[in-house]
């Protein structure tokens, strides 16, 4: 096996991002919304960069 240039680019050696990865981990940030006390009908209208950014500062959140 080599180890010429093909290795040592980063796309070939990186994995792929999945889908199913992505809105498993936006589906445990909604939950994690929720416990912190927003109304689950309100997070689920939010888009994934707004839960994104609510979760930066939970504490800045009101209860």
Known sequence: MGTGR???KAP???PKKKP???RRRVKV???RLVALGLKEDAVNKMTSREVRDLLKRPRKIKK
């Open 29 to 31: 940030q909604k939950t």
């Open 12 to 14: 070939r050696v990186r």
């Open 6 to 8: 093909t290795f040592r």
């Open 20 to 22: 199913a990865a992505k």
